[in-house]
């Protein structure tokens, strides 16, 4: 590690970190006797922290965000050039990179016209369920206002996201939340009994799990329904990917009952599944609303873009003496102009470099290792996933598909990152279904990494399971 920092610099950071510093989903208690973890560097695949302990990360920083690698300094140049040109106007007007990477977005996304900036995945699913609520007031006396969400899905931290989450163990503690939004079941084969649906399988289940959100529509009345919310491929919730025939079925119910289908792509966008720029691409959906963040800009500078077709934005496009019926709506670091610069150049590096390419043949070499582990530790119930973003989910029993116990996960987490490879879990999020390890390498992963990743894993199991 070419470090900047001597042992007395980082001795000052760790002490400030500890005194100041508020962490995301950390319990500081074990800080008043240990040091948190200070990541110092980051250069491809790789990172390291304030010991000088060199990772492997295998989540792209932590939430699956770094799609392109670290270091990457074509995108800090060309961030550092815009800034110095002109860093920040509310986003009332135009900039020149936010204009250009628009244009260069939709180009990757056909059926989709306009690009809304915001700071956050949390705050763009959050304009377009304002977006839904406005269109129910100016097209239905504001009965069609609800807004279907699934088990299992994640949308964000804010209290209407958090309103619209599948995942209960996020939200204990933070109601009550806001009114409107309605649970539907999840789409999960391996969990298929759940959904007393266990005698179907394949693209019978999946048409079948699709009609589960037909009858909470049926149930709430299709009057009352303005907007469907869901992930292409559930991410934090347990990487769940779509059964055959599930999305065409829904998007037959959508059309049929007038609901607006909103695609979160997060987490999958920018080509996090492979051979597609979005997730929702592999399935032929055709969505009314795509919200995307974390891989946009790779994290080299904060965007995130809510993006609508052209008749959703005529909807708002009427009488301008009404100065109400506009969408009245603000992101203040939306005019930000480092974040579209950041998200042209990553683009560029994803094309220049046939990521979305090496993302398919990476993801499947890892897919193949996990399979294997599979043969081999009794304890992996399912191995599932698209592109370089993968689920194996652990289980006491493979015919009871009972969980095990959360604290088994955490020390298998914990053996890899022992071994220098970081890599993630479904915590905090679902009772007594955290049992599922989480990987997003890069989308620069060699074969080398993918069965470094992979072999840890496998120590790691033998190691808390034998």
Not at 196 to 214: C, T
Request: hydrophobic fraction near 40%.
């Amino acid at each position: 590690m070419d470090g900047t920092l001597n042992e007395n610099d980082l001795s000052r950071v760790v002490a400030a970190d500890k005194a100041h510093v508020w962490h995301h989903l950390v319990q500081h208690k074990p800080f008043e006797t240990s040091d948190p973890r200070i990541i110092i560097e980051g250069k491809g695949m790789r990172v390291w922290d304030q010991y000088g302990k060199e990772y492997i990360d295998a989540v792209s920083g932590a939430v699956w965000t770094v799609n392109v690698g670290y270091g990457r300094e074509r995108i800090a140049n060309a961030v550092h050039a815009q800034l110095m040109k002109m860093c920040y106007f509310a986003q009332a007007a135009g900039s020149i990179p936010g204009a250009i990477f628009a244009e260069k977005l939709i180009e990757k996304m056909p059926g989709m016209s306009r690009v809304y900036y915001t700071n956050s995945g949390s705050e763009a699913n959050e304009k377009a369920f304002k977006m839904v609520r406005q269109i129910a007031h100016k097209k239905y006396g504001g009965k069609k206002h609800k807004i279907l969400f699934r088990d299992r899905d994640y949308h964000g931290g804010t209290l209407a996201t958090m309103s619209a989450g599948g995942q209960d163990e996020r939200v204990k503690q933070y109601g009550p939340l806001a009114p409107g939004f309605v649970r539907v079941p999840h789409c999960m084969e391996y969990r298929k009994e759940e959904l007393g649906l266990g005698h179907l399988s394949g693209r019978d289940f999946g048409i079948a799990a699709a009609n589960l959100i037909e009858e909470v529509i049926l149930r709430e009345g299709p009057e009352t329904v303005g907007a469907l919310c869901l992930e292409p491929v559930t991410a934090g919730g347990g990487v769940i990917t779509p059964p055959e025939g599930y999305w065409e079925r829904v998007q037959e119910i959508c059309k049929q009952y007038d609901i607006l289908l909103h695609i979160d792509e997060v987490v999958c966008g920018i080509g996090r599944t492979g051979t597609h720029w979005f997730g929702y691409q592999h399935y032929g959906i055709k969505p009314d609303f795509v919200t995307m963040a974390k891989g946009v800009a790779s994290g080299y500078a904060a965007i995130a873009c809510m993006v609508t077709t052209e008749e959703v934005f005529e909807m708002f496009k009427t009488d301008p003496s009404d100065k109400l019926d506009h969408f009245r709506d603000i992101s203040t670091f939306g005019g930000c102009t480092g974040g579209p610069s950041a998200a042209l150049e990553n683009m560029a590096i994803i094309e220049e470099e046939g990521l979305l390419e090496n993302c398919t043949v990476m993801g499947e070499r890892m897919l193949g290792n996990l399979q294997a582990l599979m043969e081999k530790h009794e304890v992996i119930g399912d191995v599932r996933g698209k592109g370089l973003f993968l689920g194996v989910e652990l289980v006491k029993d493979r015919d009871t598909k009972e969980p095990v116990d959360e604290k088994d996960v955490v020390a298998v987490v914990g053996d890899c990152g022992a071994q220098g490879v970081i890599i993630g879990a479904a915590n905090r999020s679902i009772p007594d279904r955290n049992n599922v390890l989480c990987f997003s390498p890069a989308l620069i992963a060699t074969a080398e990494d993918i069965d470094a990743i992979t072999d840890a894993v496998d120590k790691a199991l033998t190691k808390v399971f034998g």
